[in-house]
C-alpha cells in the first residue's frame, strides 16, 4: 500500500500502533503520559509534566520560495509549534532548530530567519538553544518545541469531550486561507488583504488562552491546523463522539467574507491554518475564559452521542447542510 493511499493521519495511526507494540517497563515508558496521537508528547518530569513538539515548514509544500520573506518564515515556522503548546495549556520553555537550505542561499537570508524566530520567542520568554544545519536541494526549517505545565497537574487533551459539552473557537476562522489565496495570486476579491496575509504569515500561537481555558476548568482542545472540520473530527474520534456545528455560529472574518462571499462558510471551515483554538467544554468555564481572555471565544456547536467521528453541520431551521472539503491533510492528492 502506497502512503498516499493511507493518508497522513492512518500512516500516524499505523506508527502510533507500531509504537506502542515497543511499550515494556522502563522508566522513560512509565513516566509518559501522551505519545503519538496529542498535539504534543507529554511525560511527568521530576517537578512537571513536560512537553515537546516538532513540526517542519518544507519549501513546495508549507511555502513557496519568494512568496514570503525570510522573517516570516523564521516566525511560522516557530508560531505552529507554540500552537500546539497552547493546545495543552502549557508554557513554552526552550527550541531546537533544524535548518536545511540550499548552498547558494544568502547568509543574510538565513539570519533574516532567525531573527523571525526570535522576534516571537521573545514574546513568550523561550530560548533558542541549538539544533542542526545541512545542505538540500530545498528549503525546510524544523523546530522542536520542549516546555512544560508549570504548577498545574492537568492538560489539555484530545479524548476529553464529553455528549453535553459546547464547542468553542477563539479569534476568527477563515482568514489565514484567503491570505494564501492572496499571496499565491489565486484571488483578487475583498478588502484588508493585509489582515488575511497577516494571518497566513505571521499567525499568533494562543498560549495565553490556552492556559486560561486550563484554569477555568476546560479538558479538551486542539489547535486549528488543518482546518475547523478536520480538527474536530480528530477530538470527536479521540473522544469517541460526534460533534453538531451551527453554521450562523461560525466566526468568519470580515476579510473571507469579502473575498469568497457564498463560499466563505466553506473556507472558515476547511481553509486550516488558523491556529486558534478549538475546545469543548461546559457553559460557565467557557464563559469564564471568555471574559479573560484577550481575544474573541465564540460558541459554534455542541458535542453529541453518535458514531465516532461524525460532524454535522446545521443551518438556521438545524437543517444539515451538504460540504464537500474536510480539511488539509498530507499525502493525499487534492
Known amino acids: 500500500m502506497k502512503v498516499s493511499a493511507l493518508g497522513e493521519f492512518g500512516l500516524v495511526e499505523r506508527i502510533g500502533k507500531l509504537i506502542d507494540k515497543s511499550r515494556d517497563t522502563s522508566e522513560s515508558w512509565q513516566k509518559l503520559i501522551l505519545g503519538v496521537g496529542d498535539d504534543t508528547a507529554a511525560w511527568q518530569g521530576d517537578d512537571s509534566i513536560q512537553l515537546a513538539k516538532v513540526d517542519a515548514l518544507v519549501e513546495g509544500i508549507h511555502f513557496r520560495h519568494g512568496m514570503m520573506s525570510w522573517e516570516d518564515l523564521g516566525w511560522k515556522a516557530l508560531a505552529i509549534n507554540l500552537s500546539d503548546i497552547a493546545a495543552m495549556g502549557g508554557i513554552p520553555k526552550y527550541a531546537l532548530v533544524s535548518l536545511a537550505v540550499p548552498p547558494d542561499i544568502e547568509v543574510d537570508d538565513v539570519l533574516a530567519l532567525y531573527k523571525g524566530m526570535?522576534?516571537?520567542?521573545?514574546?513568550?520568554?523561550?530560548?533558542?538553544?541549538?539544533?542542526?544545519?545541512?545542505?538540500?536541494?530545498?528549503?525546510?526549517?524544523?523546530?522542536?518545541?520542549l516546555g512544560s505545565m508549570g504548577k498545574s497537574k492537568d492538560l489539555l487533551t484530545r479524548n476529553t469531550a464529553k455528549p453535553?459539552?459546547?464547542?468553542?473557537?477563539?479569534?476568527?476562522?477563515?482568514?489565514?486561507?484567503?491570505?494564501?489565496?492572496?499571496?499565491?495570486?489565486?484571488?483578487?476579491?475583498?478588502?484588508?488583504?493585509?489582515?488575511?496575509?497577516?494571518?497566513?504569515?505571521?499567525?499568533?500561537?494562543?498560549?495565553?488562552?490556552?492556559?486560561?481555558?486550563?484554569?477555568?476548568?476546560?479538558?479538551?482542545?486542539?489547535?486549528?491546523?488543518?482546518?475547523?472540520?478536520?480538527?474536530?473530527?480528530?477530538?470527536?474520534?479521540?473522544?469517541?463522539?460526534?460533534?453538531?456545528?451551527?453554521?450562523v455560529k461560525i466566526p468568519i472574518a470580515p476579510e473571507v467574507a469579502a473575498a469568497f462571499g457564498k463560499k466563505a462558510l466553506l473556507t472558515a471551515l476547511s481553509g486550516g491554518e488558523d491556529y486558534e483554538l478549538l475546545f469543548t467544554g461546559k457553559a460557565?468555564?467557557?464563559?469564564?475564559?471568555?471574559?479573560?481572555?484577550?481575544?474573541?471565544?465564540?460558541?459554534?456547536?455542541?458535542?453529541?452521542?453518535?458514531?465516532?467521528?461524525?460532524?454535522?453541520?446545521?443551518?438556521?431551521?438545524?437543517?444539515?447542510?451538504?460540504?464537500?472539503?474536510?480539511?488539509?491533510?498530507?499525502?493525499v492528492s487534492k
Open 118 to 145: 526570535l522576534k516571537l520567542a521573545q514574546r513568550f520568554g523561550l530560548a533558542i538553544i541549538g539544533g542542526d544545519t545541512d545542505s538540500a536541494p530545498r528549503i525546510s526549517v524544523t523546530v522542536t518545541v
Open 164 to 247: 453535553g459539552d459546547l464547542i468553542a473557537v477563539t479569534g476568527y476562522l477563515g482568514s489565514a486561507a484567503t491570505g494564501y489565496e492572496i499571496i499565491h495570486g489565486k484571488t483578487k476579491n475583498g478588502k484588508n488583504h493585509t489582515a488575511a496575509k497577516k494571518a497566513f504569515l505571521r499567525p499568533e500561537p494562543r498560549l495565553t488562552e490556552g492556559q486560561l481555558l486550563l484554569k477555568y476548568g476546560i479538558k479538551t482542545a486542539i489547535d486549528v491546523s488543518d482546518g475547523l472540520l478536520s480538527d474536530l473530527r480528530h477530538i470527536c474520534k479521540a473522544s469517541r463522539v460526534s460533534a453538531r456545528l451551527e453554521a
Open 284 to 331: 460557565e468555564a467557557i464563559e469564564k475564559a471568555a471574559r479573560k481572555a484577550a481575544c474573541s471565544i465564540t460558541v459554534i456547536g455542541e458535542i453529541i452521542a453518535g458514531k465516532d467521528g461524525v460532524i454535522s453541520v446545521v443551518d438556521e431551521a438545524g437543517k444539515p447542510l451538504k460540504l464537500s472539503e474536510k480539511g488539509w491533510e498530507h499525502f
